[in-house]
């Protein structure tokens, strides 16, 4: 599997930006696919996850009500709609996936995905 991330950029607080992330490749075996995002010096966290089959979606509690996730299982990406940006938002935001031969049952952290897109930079500032 090979995902393709686009549409960070810079934005004001208060902003939106959409990310998206294109998988290819062996797409039939993709479980569960998320959003992590890493600011300078910190670890590399979930901000977003959505099971492929059933569009199930969990969120960090610091985004909660404020992204949306989803997937369009045609086109074969994932989205992450984000409004009322804040600085603390700020990061290199990637995109995963992890195909049925590594699925725990757990994905909340990094280590349980197998497959990763390149960074976008987010960056929010007034």
């Known amino acids: 599997v090979q995902l393709q991330a686009s549409g960070g950029g810079s934005v004001q607080p208060g902003g939106s930006l959409r990310l998206s992330c294109a998988a290819s490749g062996r797409t039939f075996s993709i479980v569960v696919m998320g959003w992590f995002r890493q600011a300078p010096g910190k670890e590399r966290d979930l901000v977003a996850n959505?099971?492929?089959?059933?569009?199930?979606?969990r969120y960090a509690d610091s985004v909660q009500g404020r992204f949306t996730i989803s997937r369009d299982n045609v086109k074969n990406t994932v989205y992450l709609q984000m409004n009322s940006l804040k600085p603390e938002d700020t990061a290199v935001y990637y995109c995963?996936?992890?195909?049925?031969?590594?699925?725990?049952?757990?994905?909340?952290?990094?280590?349980?995905?197998?497959?990763w897109g390149q960074g976008t930079l987010v960056t929010v500032s007034s």
């Open positions: 995963a996936a992890v195909s049925e031969d590594y699925y725990s049952g757990s994905n909340s952290y990094a280590y349980e995905y197998n497959h």
């Open positions: 959505i099971h492929w089959s059933d569009g199930i979606a």
